[in-house]
């Protein structure tokens, strides 16, 4: 796009090479003698490089990496996914990290079903000190809450039982309220609340009735889980 509308200006990336293939069988776009040229200027050679032809449907490999540097009370991040579609109907992603000076993992699991989807997400950061004997979490949160394991989970399930009944699950759970201030690349480091639900769903013409369960994790500093409420049953018709 960038080649039709300005001929004369570098686009953003590009690759040349010696010899480039497309391959329609396998749908791969195969190089030799390659450079990867940013703003045209060349920042990697590679003698031989492939990668999925824009005809390629969903297929096993690494994905484009993440990184970020420093910054506040943040380290450096550098993530690299890895998809691996095993079957037809569900696939896992996983990301080998490097967060908060800290090795971490994050893992990603969908499937489909017939009359249904799972979709779970996840971290897991390793080698953080653990707590300090004496330290408040009221008094100081950050340091009270560093421990050997932290991470968070993220995820949602639907499935329709019969054309009028349909029942769900939305998960949101951190291991404690400063992972997402410190890691803020999984996009809640401004959220106040972490929000769970499960609930049922009823349909049939112009009739409506739910019922659900909320259970909430604040994210504040103030933020008490003993203290936090519990709605169930919350009923709608």
Known sequence: ???RQKPDKAPLWRIQARRTVIDDESEDIIYTDAVMRLWDVPVIYLPYFRHPSPKAKRRSGFLTPTFASASGSSGGFFAIPYFWAFAD???LTVTPMYADSQPALGLGYRQRFSKGIVNVTG???FGANKKKTGTSVQ???DKALERSFRGHIVGNARFDLTPQWRVG???ERAT?????RRLPYFGYQNATALVSKAYAQHFNYLNYFSVEGYTFQGMRANDRLATTPTLLPMVEY
């Open 176 to 180: 404690d309220q400063t992972y997402f």
């Open 123 to 125: 971290s897991g950061l």
């Open 169 to 171: 699950l939305d998960l």
């Open 139 to 141: 008094n100081n949160p």
């Open 1 to 3: 796009e960038v080649c």
């Open 89 to 91: 109907d569900k696939d």
